[in-house]
């Protein structure tokens, strides 16, 4: 396509449901990352995939996230029994490989949990 | 570990107006440098870039360069115009675990106002 593009824009959920946010990124882009954007906190790192890998995690503030892709390209980010403190922008990247440092943007994600 | 410092806004200035934006960083190697840009109700997008010491990078009307001396990315631009509102995140890059990693800022708000 031709930018990277994330499902749905805005997602609205009861505290301690499981929501699943969609990243389509870049066609041909190897690198996908995933950001989580709080009010007045920047960019903190969630994860980092190189092709179906998640060699970084290290960002995934509990273990009630959690991300795969597959096929190289659409990723998906999980997160079960949501809290309040979960409502965020989550935002996805994707750059043309792990040597490649300008990432590319989708729109993000909103989540609030009520 | 790496980090990125910018000023706190939001920073509102009259059209046509001096724009200055402070960015310092911290690396433990020699990072690429970046100011992305997110317009309202849209995704990150990467306004300038500089990968080594004294490179200005440059977009749009807008300037930064690449201090080592005194590890600073400042953002600069000469005559602000309305449309130029938007948040500014400053961000290194860094070859961390393999891969690019970016560290971001957490972001300067402005409102450009007529």
Same mark, same amino acid.
């Given at each position: 396509?031709?930018? @990277?593009?994330?499902?749905p824009?805005n997602? @609205?959920t009861?505290?301690?449901?499981? @929501? &699943? ?17 709080s009010?007045?906190q ?21 273990d ?20 309040? &403190?979960?409502?965020? @922008? ?13 990432q590319?943007?989708g729109?993000?994600?909103?989540l609030?949990?009520? | 570990?790496? $980090?990125? #410092? ?5 920073? #509102?200035? =009259? ?6 934006i402070?960015c310092?960083?911290? *690396?433990?190697?020699?990072? =690429? ?17 500089? #990968? ?5 990078? $440059?977009?749009?009307?807008?300037? *930064?360069?690449?201090?080592?001396? #005194?590890? =600073? ?5 000469? =005559?602000?115009?309305? $449309?130029d $509102?938007?948040?500014y995140f400053?961000?290194?890059s860094?070859?961390?675990g ?9 972001g ?5 106002i007529?």
């Amino acid at each position: 396509g031709a930018g @990277v593009s994330q499902s749905p824009s805005n997602k @609205v959920t009861e505290k301690g449901k499981d @929501v &699943e946010l969609r990243c389509d990124p870049i066609s041909g882009h190897t690198a996908l990352y995933w950001y989580r954007q709080s009010l007045g906190q920047g960019l903190e790192f969630l994860i980092y995939f190189q092709g179906n890998s998640a060699p970084d995690k290290s960002g995934l503030p509990s273990d009630r996230f959690s991300a795969e892709r597959t096929g190289g390209s659409v990723s998906t980010l999980t997160i079960q029994r949501t809290q309040q &403190e979960d409502s965020a @922008v989550y935002l996805c990247a994707s750059s043309q490989g792990q040597n490649s440092y300008e990432q590319y943007f989708g729109p993000g994600t909103r989540l609030t949990v009520t | 570990g790496d $980090s990125v #410092t910018q000023m706190e806004g939001p920073v #509102t200035l =009259s059209e046509e107006a001096f724009l200055t934006i402070n960015c310092t960083y911290t *690396a433990t190697g020699y990072p =690429s440098l970046f100011w992305y840009v997110q317009y309202p109700g849209e995704g990150l997008q990467l306004l300038l870039k500089a #990968t080594k010491a004294d490179d200005k990078g $440059s977009n749009k009307g807008f300037e *930064a360069t690449y201090r080592k001396e #005194t590890t =600073s990315f400042h953002l600069e631009k000469g =005559s602000v115009q309305v $449309s130029d $509102s938007a948040v500014y995140f400053c961000a290194l890059s860094d070859r961390g675990g393999g891969y690019q990693k970016v560290t971001f800022g957490t972001g300067t708000k402005l409102q450009v106002i007529p």
